[in-house]
C-alpha cells in the first residue's frame, strides 16, 4: 500500500463509522406492502420518458418574498438579511400530498443574503450547504464567507428542504430509507426552490450568479445541472451523485418483509433523482469539481462513473475521506482559482 493508499484508507474511516450509525430518527413506515408498492410505482422511470413532463420541474418565474434584516458583526459595510419565500412547489404523486405538506414548516424557501452596502454591481456566490450544515454561522466557517465578501463578492445561501427554519424539531426527513416517495419529492422539491432562488437574485439585480455546494448541496448542484440550471458555473466539492447505497430498505423499517421486488422497486425509482440518469443540460466546461479519494459518505467511485459519463473535466483529487482529508491547500487553490477564471476576482 502506498502513501496515498494508506492516507485514503485513513481519511476513510470516519466515513465508514457514520455509515455504520443506526437511523435512530428514522420513523417506520406504517403501510402495507400493496400500499407502499403501489405508491412507489409511479416513480418508475419509465413514467417519466421524454414525451412526457419531466419528474424536475423549475419554476418560470420569480418567487414574492419578505426580507428580515438582521445584525451581523462581520462588518458594518455588510449588510445581513433573511429572505423568506413560497416553495410552489406541490409534489408530484397526489398520494403525497397531504403528508409531504403537512410539514408546515418546509413550505417556505430561504436565502441568506450578505450584501456590501455600496451600490456597486457585483457578481454573487450562491451557497448551497451539506447535510445538517445548514445555520448561517455554520455556512460562514464552510464557505469562508468573509473572504469572499473580502474579495469583492455578494454571497447568499439557499437552504435546503427540512434544514434549519424549514426542519420541524430534530427529527431527519431528507435521508429516509424507510419512505423513498417521501425523498422523491424531498429532491425534487429541493432542485424547484433552488431555480426560484436563483431567479429571486437574478430579480434582486444580480446578473451573475455563480453556483458552490458542498456534500449534499454538491448533490443538488450535479442535479440542478440535470434540470436546466441558470447559473454562471457550478463548483461541486464531494458531492455525492448517487444515494442508493444508503437508501435500499432496511429490514425492521417496514410493517413487512422487505424482499427483492422492494428493493428492485427502489433502486428503479432513485433513478428519477440520480444525476446518473440525466444527461447534462449546462455547459459541462463551467463545472468543476473537487471529490477526495478516499471518500466513503459520497463514493467516490460514483463521482467518477457520473465525470465520465458527462465528460467533466475541470477536476482535482484530493487525498483522504469525506470529512478528513490532507490536502487543504489543492481545495482552496482550486476554488479560488476557479473564481479568478469565472472572472469573479479582478
Not at 83 to 89: F, G, L, W
Not at 161 to 190: K, M, S
Not at 228 to 254: E, I, K, T, W
Amino acid at each position: 500500500m502506498n502513501r496515498n493508499e494508506l492516507l485514503n484508507a485513513l481519511g476513510g474511516m470516519p466515513d465508514r463509522l457514520l455509515n455504520l450509525a443506526p437511523g435512530i430518527y428514522l420513523r417506520k413506515n406504517t403501510q402495507s406492502r400493496a400500499d407502499y408498492l403501489e405508491t412507489l410505482a409511479f416513480y418508475h422511470p419509465e413514467n417519466w420518458t421524454e414525451n412526457q413532463e419531466p419528474f424536475l420541474i423549475l419554476p418560470s418565474t420569480a418567487p414574492a418574498y419578505k426580507r428580515e434584516e438582521k445584525k451581523w458583526s462581520g462588518s458594518k459595510d455588510i449588510s445581513f438579511s433573511v429572505i423568506e419565500y413560497p416553495s410552489r412547489y406541490q409534489p408530484r404523486n397526489r398520494r403525497m400530498v397531504e403528508e409531504y405538506n403537512s410539514h408546515t414548516a418546509n413550505l417556505s424557501a430561504y436565502l441568506v443574503l450578505w450584501k456590501h452596502v455600496s451600490p456597486a454591481r457585483r457578481p454573487l456566490v450562491l451557497c448551497v450547504h451539506g447535510l445538517q450544515m445548514a445555520r448561517p454561522g455554520r455556512a460562514e466557517k464552510m464557505f469562508r464567507i468573509r473572504k469572499l465578501l473580502d474579495l469583492g463578492m455578494d454571497v447568499a445561501l439557499y437552504i435546503q428542504p427540512f434544514h434549519w427554519r424549514r426542519a420541524r424539531g430534530l427529527r431527519e426527513y431528507f435521508l429516509n430509507p424507510n419512505n423513498i416517495p417521501f425523498f422523491l419529492e424531498t429532491f425534487a422539491q429541493d432542485i424547484h426552490d433552488l431555480h426560484a432562488g436563483v431567479l429571486l437574485l437574478n430579480n434582486l439585480g444580480y446578473e451573475r450568479v455563480g453556483l458552490i455546494g458542498a456534500s449534499l448541496g454538491g448533490y443538488a448542484l450535479a442535479l440542478y445541472a440535470a434540470a436546466g440550471p441558470r447559473a454562471d458555473f457550478l463548483f461541486l466539492v464531494v458531492p455525492a451523485v448517487d444515494f442508493s447505497h444508503y437508501l435500499m430498505p432496511r429490514p425492521g423499517g417496514f410493517r413487512f418483509e422487505v424482499d427483492e421486488k422492494v428493493t428492485a422497486a427502489t433502486r428503479s425509482a432513485l433513478q428519477l433523482v440520480s444525476p446518473l440518469h440525466y444527461p447534462p443540460r449546462f455547459d459541462v466546461g463551467k463545472i468543476k469539481v473537487v471529490m477526495h479519494q478516499g471518500d466513503r459518505l459520497c463514493p467516490v467511485e460514483k463521482t467518477r462513473e457520473w465525470i465520465r459519463k458527462w465528460f467533466v473535466t475541470n477536476v482535482v483529487e484530493v487525498v483522504g475521506g469525506h470529512w478528513l482529508y490532507f490536502d487543504h491547500d489543492s481545495r482552496g487553490a482550486a476554488w479560488y482559482g476557479w473564481l479568478k477564471q469565472m472572472g469573479y476576482i479582478q
